[in-house]
């Protein structure tokens, strides 16, 4: 382990917290999905009633929580991968999918007109750019 009060140091810690940080949000975003499906689907079928995703709620409600599921799997293993080996590789395709989920969020929130869900996303989607650009570090 590097010393935590130099530069590599840093970076490590930050590779772990924000992995770790991308896990928490998108494997309860993703297991909410799955344990409370009914419930999510019909908040989601009212959400998108008048956006012309209305007929593709269920497969949205599917493809989301795949990717939120992989995205915070990628993301949990990433993290211990990096504590215990310092390879950041599985991590960095976790915050890829993470990126990649939110882009997806973002786009169903702007079709929904629902500009300040579509807002909250933001610092979500750069703490993700941001976890790209750290765990590309080696």
């Known amino acids: 382990m590097p010393t935590l009060s130099t530069f590599a140091g840093a970076i490590y810690l930050l590779q772990i917290l924000a992995s770790a940080f991308l896990a928490i949000l998108f494997l309860q975003s993703g297991i909410d999905k799955v344990v409370d499906r009914r419930g999510n ?35 949990a293993i990433g993290c211990a991968v990096i504590f215990f080996t310092r390879d950041s590789t599985v991590a960095f395709y976790g915050a890829v999918i993470s990126a990649v989920s939110i882009i997806a969020l973002f786009f169903g929130q702007r079709l929904a007109k629902d500009y300040g869900g579509a807002a909250v996303l933001v610092p979500y989607f750069l703490l993700a750019l941001s976890a790209i650009y750290l765990l590309a570090q080696r």
């Open 41 to 75: 689907l019909e908040w989601l079928k009212g959400h998108f009633a008048k956006s012309p995703l209305a007929g593709v709620v269920p497969a949205m409600v599917i493809a989301i929580t795949i990717l939120e599921i992989a995205a915070g799997a990628l993301s």
